[in-house]
């Protein structure tokens, strides 16, 4: 079913090509059009909005932007199951949030001498939430719940029409103030750089496809701050002779559905299970409703035969996934040797589903290897850092000569005189 690749046997460009993402992501003409989407927003604001957005995502509403009132209504028309999961999603999401909230630090560095670290809520940021061919609740929930908890000012969000009552329902009980029923690209550009209707924002955060991927990498180039580069959605399981074939084929399953563009990938020193996971694949497939998304998704995923656990462990950080699921004997045991991956799952009983919906942790991940030196959103993403200090007297003059010293080794004769005049106005005993 996966095409299989036995590591032993691979050279060094064997191996390289064996961990490449879909071709699909790094189409050299993706760049060109992305850029004539940017320019073409902001030079003409709304209306190539609403020309953008019919050729790709259909007519744009008349009405097609929501506010508070019109976000609080949709919960009318909701099932109380699905209302009922929502607000059980929030509560996990919000309270592992909350526990990242940290104090300020404010060590005495010395006699007289202060130093603080505080954080502040970043004021204007948006929000992008895939839609398409299916409604991302859970995207809501893992943007604006960190977004609200850390005081954002204004929070915007933006999602492909038409927007399913639930994304309504989810943005009204998370605090979004304004939601624009626009999606791709043309999204993207509009929180950059603002238009007639859309405000400008200071940062943009949310996954999407290539097009949005591409769109936040080529807005960042213009200062325009995004979170991360999270792009098709992508697993790696890792998983030895005592897994459960059907568990790991279920979850290699739940990524391939995501989209065409989407990877799974199986690691094991163990042809059993490979075999194993080939057969509950088709069987699972037979009766999946996004089979024929999956399939083309399976299409570029494989199976990697190695030949035992720590090489597999060192197959995934050289791959560094967005999900990383280990099913073995002692999971937490490969844990130290991990270094690279947007999210851990552990273990038979966690799938990928639970961090996608519920279980506390944020969905929104880097992609595409960037899990190397990039980490999962939170809350410190939707706050800045910024430093505080303070000396007295008997500070500066503890501190002083140290500091002239160094300014003038590196020829910065302003800066030592700052210093300079202080120390000698204070030891003069004057203001």
Known sequence: MLQRIHWCQCGQSERKAALQRSDIVTD????DRVSQILKQVKCEGDVALRALTEQYDGTLPESWQYDSTALSEAGERLSAPLKQAIDTAIKNIRAFHQAQALPPVSPQIAPGIACELRTEPLQRVGLYVPGGSAPLISTVLMLALPAQIAGCELKVMVTPPPVNDAILYAA???????LYAIGGAQA???L???TEQVPRVDKI???GNRFVTEAKRQVSQQGIAIDMPAGPSEVLVIADELANPEFVAADLLSQAEHGADSQAILVTPSTDLADGVDRALKRQL?????AQIANAALRQSRTI???DLPEAAAISNAYAPEHLIVQTRDPRALLPVIRSAGSIFLGPWTPESVGDYASGTNHVLPTYGAARTVSSLSLADFQRRFTVQELTRGGLDALGDTVITLAQAEGLEGHARAVALRLSANREGSA
Do not use: E, K, N, S
Not at 28 to 31: N, R, S, T, Y
Not at 286 to 290: G, W
């Open 286 to 290: 037979a009766t999946l409703p996004r």
């Open 188 to 190: 993207i550009a509009a």
């Open 192 to 194: 950059a750089y603002g």
């Open 172 to 178: 009204a009980r998370c605090g979004i103030d304004r």
């Open 205 to 207: 955060f949310g996954p």
């Open 305 to 307: 035969v190695a030949q």
């Open 28 to 31: 050299p003409a993706l760049v």
